[in-house]
Structure formats: structure tokens, C-alpha cells
């Protein structure tokens, strides 16, 4: 993928601009830093350990594991999962594990991204990864 | 050559301290009201006027520019002025930088001041990391502050074993310190079984392991050691403070069990000459029932890990061995959105002897630690009476 640095800085090119660009076309990027090999995200436009302005986009294959957990417990009912999720590339967001209960999102559990690219506002879910489903 | 902080330690003294009304003020009373209550309680208590202020500190959610708007409402046109914004640690950070400010020339008596109307004016949380940038958090629903406190409490139980229960008898520790102080919110009986079955808001954080809303505000008055032994009140020296802040948003943590209290800890107690050994007394902002646990952690007291089972059987309750948040904590005395300008002046209240019901015995050294955000910033102060210098 491509590699920005600190003066391409642009509305087309902005960490964030990319960023939902690509999740649009349904993957989930994060950025590498030129010098190091750095993983950055959320995405910038430089390296936070090294501080070079080099960056270059990568796709994750948005497979990972459940960091830390919590349900949200809406007065109006609808309980809803939080969790971060550490990916393989080894970066960690925040995000949502759907398609089960949420007690049952479990800290050590499989999860892969799943993007609704039809969506408003397409986002990186995740699901209990029931192909590699073991819990680590 | 770079100067030692050590330089500065006992330099500077609070010797005021004062709240404004606290709890529900009413529709009406504004912010900036709680302001100027707590500025003349204050100098009042240390014996001096307004006039003799030069140092002005001070940060807000209900405003912007916080110096420069308290200091109309004041009628203080200060020859320094700092509003560093670090959430809730907010106030424990401008003691160093008064310190530090005092030491320098730049001002010689320092007001501190906060005042939220928070719980009469909203009833709801207003918050003071507002942001106008792309979020990597908020699309996903977290409830802010509680579920990146939630995600945090699910991690120490799974390496360490914490249970919701000893979780519990945090809030039960910081009831029972409540029901000896006059002025908390909250001082009805509760139980370990009250917390657990309390309504579960983001597991496994229930509203009895949250702080309260509640109005409040508070000041707190700092000179330098010279003039202080000239007022009324015998001096707090100002012995070390420590600043740290790893990142603003939770899924930034590295380890979400381990926080920059670790550093801001380190550099109050390298910066005082003291240890954990050396407290007597420990005011923690326990903004939910996570907090003294890894705070007691990261500052020193315990082991990583051996948070929840430090809590037990009440030792940091009334009677036993480590007294922790004496007034209550934001837990069961009041949290007006932002909590650390009261663990200051309760540690001063306890060196000073002047707590009543709830005050230890042969309290010299008092720790009082400041949070700030979502875990986010850590600003821990040594403070002692004048047998610590």
C-alpha cells in the first residue's frame, strides 16, 4: 500500500480520511512506520515510538484476540458488548464482538473483523472466529 | 546541569484550605458562585486577604479560559496564571506548579480553585474531554467514563484474580469513612451485598462502584515555606509531586492494569526523600472501585496484583491498618466531576489534626493522588507537617 509522509498531508490523504476510505472498500488498515516498522494506529501522520513522518498503510487480516470485555447494560434493555481486541499485526481498538450474547464474550477469545461496507458509517465488528475457535 | 526536583521539596506550603457548599447547591447557583465561596473560606482559613494573591490556577469543564474566567469573578488580576488541564488531576498537578512557580519568583501566594455545579445543573456527567477530532472509541458505544474503567476492572480480574467483591469492599471502606464526616453525601449503611446487587451498569462495574454526581467546589491556598510560618495555620509542606501521563484514550493503554501512577508515584516519592513506609495517611480520587486497587498498586503499597485482597477485611476502613480516603472519596463524601482538589485538602486536614470523628492518629505524612480522564493522567503529592522536614 502507500507511503505518506508529513507533506502529503491533504484532505485526501489524512490518517483518518484513508482510514474510512479503506474501510469503505471493507478493510480494516492500520499504518507501519518507514524507519522502524513501527505498527501505528489509530492512524497519524507520525511514528509515536520513533517519531518519524514516514508512514505506509497496511490492510490487517483482522484476525485477533479479545484483550479486555465489558457489557453495557442500557436502562431500556439491549445489552451490548465493548471490548478491546488485540489483532495479530499487533495493534489493539476498541470495538464491538456481535453474533453472540454478550456474556459470552470471553478475555482470550478468538474474534475476527467483520465490515458492513453497505453501512452509513462502516465499522469494524467483530465475531467469535469459530474456524481457528480456540481460546488462547 | 540539570537541577534536582528534590530542590524544591518543602520550598512551598498550603495553608489554606477550604470547600465551598457541597452535595445538591440548588438550581441557580452557578459554578463561579462555588468559586468565590470556597476563595474566602480559604483565605479565611489561612489568615490572609484576597489582595495578597498573586498566583492564580484553575481548570473547569463548565468554562473556558479557567484562570482568566475565575480571575474576573474573583477580582484577581494575577502576575501568574495556569490553567493546565489534566481532568481530575488536575489540581494535585498545579501544587508542583505552584511550587515550583513560588521557588522561581513568579508569584508568592497561589490560589487553586475548582467549583462544579455539576449534579444541580445537569443531573448527568459534563465532561472536560470533549473533542472535536475523529474518534476510534466512540462508535463503538463505550459509556464513558465507566466502560473504559469496566474494560480495565475485567482485565485485573482475569490476571490477578480480583473478585466483584473485593471490588465491593472498596465502596464499603469509603462508607464507612463517610458515615464519620459530617459533610458526605452518603452515609446510609452499606454492605458488600448492597454493592453486588446493585444495578449492573458496564460489567462488571455496578452504580455502587461508581463515584457520585454531586455540586461542589474547593480551594486551596499555597506559599512559600517563609511566609506560611507567619499564618495562622500550622504549614503543609509541599514535600514532592510527581506528574505522568501514558495516553488519553483506554484502548491506548498498553497495560490496562498498570498506570501511570507508577511513574507519577516514583518521581513524588524520589522528589519528597520519602516511601510508601512513610504515609500515614492516603487520599486516592476513586472516581470507580478499580481505582485504590491499582493506585494502592502502582504508588506502591502493595504488590501488582495484590490489590484486591489488600482491601480486605476493611485495612484501609476506619480502624484498620492503612487509613484510605478518610472523608469518604468521591465514592461516598462527593464527586463534583471532578475530584482532585478534595483528596488535597483532606490530606491537609489530617496533618493538621482538624478532622474530628475520622482523624488518624500521628498523621505527619499524607499522600494524596490525583486522576485524570479515563485512567489517563497520574499526579501523586507527598505533603507533611513540619516533623518531615
Redesign the interface.
Known sequence: MTTTTVDDLSPETAPGVVYDRYLAEGVLAYQRCADFDHVVFPPRVLCPTCGCGALQWHASAGAGAVYAVTTLHPRGGGDYNVSLVDLDEGFRMMTNVIGIDPADVRIGMRVRATIDTTADEPLPLFVRDDVTGDDR | MRRSERELRGTAAIVGVAESNLGIVGSGVDTLDLIGQATVRALADAGLEKSDIDGLFCHSAFFNLPTVTAGEYLGIAPRYTDSTATGGSSFVGHLRHAAAAIEAGLCEVALIVYGSTQRSSSGGLISSGGSLF?S??T?????MPI?AY???T??HM?EFGTTREQLAEVAVSARRWAQLNPLAFMRGDLTVEDVLAS???????TTLDCCLVTDGGGAVIVTSAARARTLRKPPVYILGVGDAHWQMH???AED?TRTAAVDSGARAFDASGMSPADVDVIELYDAFTINPILFLEDLGFCAKGEGGPFVEGGRTAPGGALPVNTNGGGLSYGHPGMYGIFVVIEAVRQIRGETGARQVENVHVALAHGNGGTLSSQVTAVLGDESTL
Request: glycine residues 0%; aromatic residues 8%; positive net charge.
Open positions: 475523529k476510534y472509541e462508535p463503538f458505544r463505550p459509556r466502560s469496566a474494560l480495565t475485567s482485565r482475569h444495578r449492573m451498569v458496564s460489567d462488571p462495574l483506554i484502548s491506548q490496562l
